[in-house]
């Protein structure tokens, strides 16, 4: 039988020009707003923290905070 990765979280490593996926999944969590962002989706990020963001507002606000 074939597992979906729909409706999972991945687990990833980024770096800085992409990230390597650890645990496959269809989406991450932003660390400052709680949303799913879908891997395709997913711009913005901290290699220091080791976090995802939704928008560039939130990696700015993060990391300046």
């Not at 980024?14 to 645990?23: K, P």
């Not at 891997?39 to 560039?56: F, G, K």
């Amino acid at each position: 039988m074939l597992m979906s990765n729909t409706d999972r979280a991945a687990r990833l490593h980024f770096m800085a020009n992409g990230f390597r996926v650890l645990s496959p999944g269809d989406h991450v969590v932003c660390a400052s707003s709680g949303a799913r962002i879908p891997l395709d989706d997913l711009r913005y990020w901290s290699v220091a923290r080791q976090e995802a963001y939704a928008t560039a507002a939130l990696a700015t606000a993060a990391m300046s905070g």
